[in-house]
Nanobody, 120 residues
Framework: QVQLVESGGGLVQPGGSLRLSCAAS????????MGWYRQAPGQERELVAR???????DYADSVKGRFTISRDNALNTVYLQMNSLKPEDTAIYYC??????????????WGKGTLVTVSS
């Protein structure tokens, strides 16, 4: 089994910063890609940022220039540095990982989510 555990959410004022972390643990052979999605009330879950094993990165247009994703391969951990936060960034942020448990078996895994609230 593989578990993803997020941390770092909370309440922040507009213009502020937060750093999210997500650690993958369990039966891990190789991590292919990890990323962050978010879901605001009444809206569908959307991609925020993702990074693959080769270092390739994608960002949602709405967060480009404000958010930075990074990864520590040795710790199987991905980070999301969020700067210049806006009220519209308020959402539950979910960690996602495409992970091989052995040389042939892979699956997509999700964390339980961490709430980010941007409000004055």
């Amino acid at each position: 089994q593989v578990q993803l555990v997020e941390s770092g959410g909370g309440l922040v004022q507009p213009g502020g910063s937060l750093r999210l972390s997500c650690a993958a643990s369990g039966s891990i052979f190789r991590v292919v890609a990890m990323g962050w999605y978010r879901q605001a009330p009444g809206q569908e879950r959307e991609l925020v940022a993702r990074i693959n094993s080769g270092g390739g990165i994608d960002y949602a247009d709405s967060v480009k220039g404000r958010f930075t994703i990074s990864r520590d391969n040795a710790l199987n951990t991905v980070y999301l540095q969020m700067n210049s936060l806006k009220p519209e960034d308020t959402a539950i942020y979910y960690c996602n990982g495409y992970i091989y448990q052995d040389i042939k078996t892979w699956d997509a895994y999700w964390g339980k989510g961490t709430l980010v609230t941007v409000s004055s």
